[in-house]
């Protein structure tokens, strides 16, 4: 079964609102291309204008982060519903940026993938190794226990509306990029994991994207693996290089 390409854009904390817009308005014919889901993850407060800065062409709005309630007394946070009628239609979680700085762990994220879900967002779930578990040599371990904890209690069905992002923490922001062979050992195992936790026609329909200094000179090639639908990219998906990559 063939699996449609998903070229989606992390922008972090960039781009002020206005910013935001301006970007939407310079990427727009560069990123056109209808046989791939092009998706631009944005800050919170960029949702709005961004939302309604893409109408009408083929991109997609994802969010960056959510709480697990729904509504109530969390100063401070949004919820998936929110992001739901805000019309973001997917939602990063578990970016090594939240686990590591904002101290996020796997129950939690298990929780946002579940809500996020219930919501009808379809999640971005990332994983990934840094850079002492790749020397030592055991990252394979460490992916497959995150996909695990990550998604236990996660339907079948749900699983095939997922996305995942295997994004190797030594390579993000850092200009040092997996080889195409590094990452596509990783992105194999982890639909190899998919298929021990669901079964086969599960593992064919998830998608499985890169993520960690992905660009225009490297993405090509990347994407030509056999396991890899698609990336995740932070840095270049800020310049008018993001459309190279969706046109890849
Ligand atoms: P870079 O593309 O800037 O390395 O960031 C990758 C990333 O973290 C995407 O989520």
């Known amino acids: 079964m063939a699996r449609r390409r998903i070229i989606a854009g992390n922008w972090k904390m960039n781009k002020t609102p206005s910013e ?13 291309n209808d046989a791939v889901d092009v998706v631009y993850c944005v800050p919170a407060i960029d949702i709005v204008p961004v939302v309604e800065a893409v109408k009408g062409t083929n991109v997609h709005v994802g969010a960056e982060n959510f709480y697990i309630e729904d509504k ?3 100063t401070g946070e949004i919820s998936a519903p929110m992001l739901k009628d805000a019309g973001v239609e997917y939602i990063i979680i578990g970016h090594s940026e939240r686990r590591d700085i904002f101290g996020e762990n796997d129950v939690l994220i298990n929780q946002k993938v579940k809500k996020a879900f219930e919501a009808g967002l ?12 790749r020397k030592a040599g055991t990252y394979q371990e460490w992916i497959k226990r995150q996909i695990t904890w990550d998604l236990s209690g996660v339907t079948a069905d749900q699983v095939k509306n997922l996305v995942i992002a295997y994004e190797p923490i030594w390579a993000i922001g850092t200009g040092e990029t997996a080889t195409a062979d590094q990452a596509e050992e990783v992105c194999k195992m982890i639909r190899e994991t998919i298929a021990e936790m669901y079964d086969a026609p599960t593992a064919e329909a998830v998608r499985i994207q890169y993520g960690g200094s992905m660009n225009a000179g490297n993405a090509a090639e990347l994407l030509s693996k ?3 639908d698609g990336g995740l990219i932070g840095g ?9 990559i969706v046109n890849a």
């Open 72 to 74: 109530g007394a969390f």
């Open 20 to 32: 935001a817009v301006a970007l939407c308005a310079e990427l727009k014919d560069l990123v056109k």
């Open 236 to 244: 270049a998906s800020l310049k008018p290089d993001f459309g190279k």
């Open 226 to 228: 056999a396991d890899i």
């Open 122 to 133: 379809k999640p971005i779930l990332c994983c990934g190794e840094s850079l002492a578990l």
